[in-house]
C-alpha cells in the first residue's frame, strides 16, 4: 500500500539535545513537506521541498532543519535552537503535476521535550 | 496574503443532528479548497475538495460547495454519527505549483466537533 511513515509515534528529549523526526513515502511524489501542530491552531508550514537535494523554508523555519538526499525522504531535524519544539509533527506529500494540489499526510510524531 | 476562518467550536451535537462548520477564505488568486479530519492522535485524512467556484466536494455523507462570491466552503452533513468526532480543518492551496505558490496549505485553526449518542 502506497502511503507516509513517520516514525518514530511518540518522542521524548531532554532540552539542550538536538532530535531527528523521520519521513518516508512511496507514493512517488517530488514535494514532501513539514508542519507543525500545537493544541487549538492550524497548521504551520516548517519546510518544504519540491525536488531531491532542494529545499525552503516555511513560516516556522528557526530552530529546524531538514534534508532531501532521496525522493523518498524528507527528514525533520529540531534543534536546541528550538524554543519551544514541544509539538505534533506532521509531514505532507504531494505530486507537483496534481490537478487538485491536494496534500496526503502521514499519522504523525509528537514530540516532548523536557 | 491568504487566510482562512472556522467557526469557534468546539461544537457538540447529538447523534443524526444536522451538521454546519464554517469556512471562509480570503485569496489572492484562485485557490482549491479542501476540508481535512483528524481523528484523535492521528494524522489528517482529506475529507472533501473542490477546485473552482460552484464545485460542490463530497465524500462520506459530507457536502461543501465553493461559493466565490461569499469566499465560503461551508462543511455540512445531514446526520452525524459518533463515529464523526474529530477536527475538522477548512485549507486552501494553489494547485499550479509554479510562480510563488510552492503548493502550501493555508489552514483554518480547526473545529473540534463531538457527537454524543
Known amino acids: 500500500d502506497g502511503g507516509i511513515t513517520q516514525s518514530p509515534k511518540y518522542l521524548f528529549r531532554k532540552e539542550g539535545q538536538n532530535v531527528t523526526l523521520s519521513c518516508e513515502q512511496n507514493?512517488?511524489?517530488?514535494?514532501m513537506y513539514w508542519y507543525r501542530q500545537d493544541p487549538g491552531q492550524g497548521l504551520r508550514l516548517i519546510y518544504y521541498s519540491q525536488i531531491v537535494n532542494d529545499f525552503q523554508k516555511g513560516d516556522i523555519a528557526e530552530g529546524y532543519s531538514v534534508s532531501r538526499e532521496k525522493k523518498e525522504s524528507f527528514p525533520l531535524t529540531v534543534t536546541s535552537a528550538q524554543k519551544n519544539p514541544t509539538a505534533f509533527y506532521l509531514c505532507a506529500s504531494k505530486s507537483v503535476w496534481g490537478a487538485t494540489g491536494e496534500q496526503y499526510f502521514g499519522p504523525g510524531t509528537r514530540l516532548t521535550v523536557t | 496574503g491568504d487566510s482562512v476562518t472556522q467557526m469557534e467550536g468546539p461544537v457538540t451535537l447529538s447523534e443524526e443532528a444536522f451538521l454546519t462548520i464554517n469556512c471562509t477564505y480570503t485569496a489572492t488568486g484562485y485557490p482549491s479548497l479542501f476540508w481535512y479530519v483528524q481523528y484523535p492522535g492521528e494524522g489528517l485524512q482529506l475529507l472533501l475538495k473542490?477546485?473552482?467556484?460552484?464545485d460542490k466536494g463530497s465524500n462520506k455523507g459530507f457536502e461543501a460547495t465553493y461559493r466565490k462570491e461569499t469566499t465560503s466552503f461551508h462543511l455540512e452533513k445531514g446526520s452525524v454519527q459518533v463515529s464523526d468526532s474529530a477536527v475538522y480543518f477548512c485549507?486552501?492551496?494553489?494547485?499550479?505549483?509554479?510562480?510563488?505558490?510552492?503548493?502550501?496549505?493555508?489552514f483554518g485553526q480547526g473545529t473540534i466537533l463531538t457527537v454524543h449518542p
Open positions: 485549507a486552501l492551496t494553489y494547485a499550479n505549483a509554479g510562480g510563488t505558490s510552492y503548493g502550501k496549505l493555508t
Open positions: 507514493l512517488n511524489h517530488d514535494a
Open positions: 473542490a477546485t473552482k467556484a460552484d
